[in-house]
């Protein structure tokens, strides 16, 4: 393995760790009963804004997909054929940011896999209240895959705006 797999692929353990790492210390320190419904303490940090909140979800975001965990077994089958072609244009002098980006994608993808694995379902944290609206709990995977998602789009388009100026100037 070169180098530069050997520091995304610790960087992609470092993640998942933290991933993993935090669900276990919020669950062991937020559950209160698992059954026969789910109870939970909350760790209060900003009041009306942020806190600490253990839920599971066996859904995707906002919990669409509710309990048809074999649909999230072939999203992510399908999703590490796609790192697999993606993790090949990694550059970490050249294209950082696209390394980053896929990084993050990978690491994200394989936390929630992880939960889905272990528990058929995800353990989230994070809770948030927008101007009143109770926000989806998350954790640091689905993070790792929002920032990727935002960072590889950016990356897609800055290089198509700088590609396409650098194309029209070559027809000067």
Known sequence: MNKKYSI?????VILIALDQITKHLFQNALLITRTPFLQSKEIKVIDNFFQFRLSYNDGGAWGILSGN???FYIITIFAFGLFYLLIKDTDLKHKKFYTIAVTLLIAGAIGNFI???LFQEVIDFIDFIIFGYDFPIFNFADIFLVVGVIMFGADVLLEDILNGKHKSNKGS
């Open 8 to 12: 995304i692929s610790a960087a992609i």
């Open 69 to 71: 965990m074999i649909i």
């Open 115 to 117: 939960d889905r694995l």
